[in-house]
């Protein structure tokens, strides 16, 4: 029963649902790696952990971006009421795979996963978390927040444990946060004793850096790696921040490893793509949404474990639970539209932003996310005026400040940004932050004073 496919294998076999394997479980040992289990038209997608037998939805949970309201003194917390019901819709339809942070939602996220969680038997979920020590990386620091994670996810034991967002300084970076301290000696024995069930790391950096990380899986035995992947960052990534995620995926796919993905939409931008590239979609398949395509990009690879999606609002949930209920995999001429699609999406020059907020809270009260997200909208959907000659110029130019403004209150824009770069050492994709916000704030000025 063991099965060591290629992808075009993998999409001759799988054309109209998933590998099969049966009852794969009770054949003995297997691979390290991910085979697909097809449980008929209308249910979940679940691939198969070969490694440990475990039976992930291939649709998961990113729990960094739900929604957050204002408690009686005015400060930001998570709306645990939103997640319930969020959690309660995603488990009813077959989400099985749940991944979050100390360090998401200004740290609030783990605690209101583990209140949603533990109502449903703990064997019924998956639990994915991270060590992200990032700020203190002393063995005292990094410790506690391994064990304040059991405490406020409410169990004993973790499914899936991440060093958080490795690459960023290559090995010696990581060095510093998991080997100097003995944490990577620590976390070892946690999961020969079975409170880390399986181990892995996020990785965000360049292909050197990725090429010198892997080496450490003849010392560590990794038993996953989470990337961030799409149709877009596939063979478009900048390859100075990032690296193309067709290399990721050969080098663990080559290694057996299985593998979970960050952000299938790119922080959003691909459910959200510009007009003339939404049309070519619509046309191929008026009734299927955007992000559908961005989703079955991803889950047509037969290593992919789990696709992550922060799903916000329940629509998102509803729209992915769609396209992972009933799972169609690409076949070769669709992925071939796909790279048509990524072409044509390079030639926008948005910011990478992912939005996932590592860089705030913003000492100077600056809504960095926003700003970004806003800028990345107009620039999409083709909104952006560029010369006082251009047609409808002052009808553009109205429109982008007024939708500056209501996107971002006056005193969070980026004219506020003194570019004491705070921000930058906790962006996963490397962006010059406060070169960026001065860049958008000079734009918006030459704007307001008509001088474009």
């Known amino acids: ?30 691979k390290a790696g991910v085979s697909a289990l097809q449980t008929g038209d209308g249910e979940m997608e679940y691939r198969i952990n ?37 959690v309660d819709k995603a488990m009813a339809g077959g989400v099985n795979y749940y991944d979050t942070s100390p360090a998401y939602l200004q740290g ?15 064997n019924s979920y998956y639990i994915a978390t991270k060590l992200s020590n990032f700020g203190d990386a002393s063995p005292a ?56 069930r399986q181990m892995g790391f996020s990785f965000h950096g360049s292909q050197p850096e990725f090429d010198e990380l892997l080496k450490t899986h003849e010392q560590y035995h990794w038993d996953f790696v989470q990337i961030e992947m799409n149709y877009m960052d596939w063979r478009h990534a900048d390859g100075i921040r990032n690296v193309n995620a067709e290399y990721l995926y050969e080098q663990l796919d080559r290694l057996e490893l299985p593998i979970t993905v960050m952000e299938p939409l790119l922080g959003g931008r691909l459910g959200n793509v510009p007009q003339n590239v939404a049309a070519k979609f619509k046309e191929r398949d008026p009734d299927a949404s955007i992000a559908s395509w961005a989703f079955r990009f991803v889950g047509s690879h037969p290593r992919i474990l789990t696709a992550l999606s922060g799903m916000t609002y329940m629509e998102h949930l509803e729209d992915n639970l769609k396209t992972f209920r009933g799972f169609h995999p690409m076949d070769e001429e669709e992925l071939a539209f796909m790279e048509e699609m990524a072409v044509l999406m390079a ?20 809504n960095i996310p926003e700003i970004f997200a806003h800028y990345n909208k107009c620039v999409g959907e083709g909104n952006v005026p560029q010369s006082s000659e251009q047609k409808n ?26 570019g004491c770069e705070q921000c930058m050492a906790h962006c ?18 030459k704007l307001k004073q008509n001088k474009l």
């Open 347 to 366: 030639e926008y020059p948005t910011i990478n932003c992912t939005n996932c907020k590592y860089c705030m809270p913003c000492p100077y009260g600056i």
């Open 108 to 122: 609030q996220s783990e605690k209101a996963a583990g209140i949603a969680l533990s109502r449903y038997p703990r």
């Open 393 to 418: 110029y002052r009808k553009l130019r109205k429109a982008f400040l007024t939708s500056y403004d209501k996107a971002v209150p006056t005193l969070r824009q980026a004219s506020h940004c003194i």
């Open 141 to 196: 620091a990094s410790q506690q927040m391994y064990h304040d994670s059991f405490n406020q996810l409410q169990t004993d034991y973790f499914d899936y444990y991440l060093m958080h967002s490795i690459g960023r300084g290559g090995v010696r970076a990581f060095r510093q946060r998991y080997v100097e301290n003995g944490m990577m000696d620590f976390l070892l024995k946690e999961r020969e004793a079975g409170r880390i």
């Open 50 to 86: 070969n490694k440990n037998g475990d039976k992930v939805s291939l649709l998961g949970y990113g729990c960094m971006r739900w929604q957050m309201k204002k408690d009686e003194n005015g400060r930001d917390i998570i709306d645990q009421d939103s997640v319930n019901a969020l």
């Open 428 to 445: 996963p994709q490397s962006i010059r932050i406060p070169n960026e916000l001065h860049r958008i704030d000079r734009y918006i000025e």
């Open 1 to 30: 029963m063991e099965k060591n496919i290629t992808r075009r294998d993998f999409l001759k076999v799988t054309g109209a649902g998933a590998l099969a394997v049966g009852a794969a479980a009770a054949c003995g040992p297997k």
